[in-house]
Each structure stands twice: as C-alpha cells, then as structure tokens.
C-alpha cells in the first residue's frame, strides 16, 4: 500500500521464481474486480502460470481458478516473502525522494525503475565476485548503447 495525495493505492506487483519483477499494477482497489484485471493482464503477456503464490486475500480465488485453472495457488502466511521484499526499492524511494504525486505518476516511475533495476542488480547472493563485476560491467554497457540508440 502506498499513500498518494492521502488516499490509499495498492501496488500489485507479480515476480518471477528468481526474483524478478515481470509487471506492477497500481489501483485504488484490492478487490477480485481488480485482481482479475491483473491476472488477465499477466496471463496475456507471460501465459498461464504453472503455480500463483498470493497473500492470504480471499479475493484472489475466484480470478485465480477462472484465469489459470491449472495453477497451483498458494497462499500462506510467509510464502510471498520474494514479493514483499521486491516492495524495499519502492520503500526506499518514497523515504528518499518524497511521496508519489499522483497513481500514472508512480505507475510510470515503478515500472520503469523495476526493470532497469533488474539489469543494475543482479543477484549478487548467486554470483562470484569476480562475475558480479563483469555482470555490473555488462549491465552498464548495455546502458551505454541503448542510450546512444536514444539520442541518435
């Protein structure tokens, strides 16, 4: 849940088995009109999911077993942990820069920061040093030509 201009959004946030944020939806609502909405939007753009990992919400059932009827949906107290750790760079964020100003403003901002953040951040946990450093050397190249492609 994140505060704009004093009214409550929610950050629904998908991630991937590694970590990785696939896509973030803010809303002003967290009802199973608007995890339909999400899980439809996830399941055209990635396809159906082999397991859905959810908090304890009981809206997320009914679009759950409608969208992904093969899905293994689980929910427990703890098992989202991968999801709400992604939530820290959001957090970090708003402590260092201020509020959101308004929901198209924190949509643009956090989709865009998670996936350059993929890129600048690989799990570090999982890598040497020496392979972090060229993953880093790597990532920084790559941002170096997509900003020579975007000024050309």
Known sequence: ???????????????????????????????????????????????QPRVVVTD???SYIKPIAHQAPEADHRAHKGINNRIEGSHRPTRRREKIRGRFKSPRQAQRFLVAHDQINTI??????????????????????????YAAQMTA
Request: net charge positive; glycine share 4%; proline share 3%.
């Open 1 to 47: 849940m994140i505060p704009i201009n004093g009214v409550k959004h929610w950050l629904w946030r998908a991630v991937d088995a590694n970590g990785d944020t696939l896509d973030i939806l803010v809303q002003t609502r967290r009802n199973a009109k608007a995890a339909k909405r999400f899980m439809a939007r996830l399941i055209a753009q990635f396809g």
């Open 56 to 58: 304890k919400l009981r």
């Open 120 to 145: 600048f951040r690989p799990r570090r946990y999982k890598l040497t040093a020496i392979s972090y450093r060229h993953a880093r050397a790597d990532a920084f190249c790559l941002w170096t030509d």
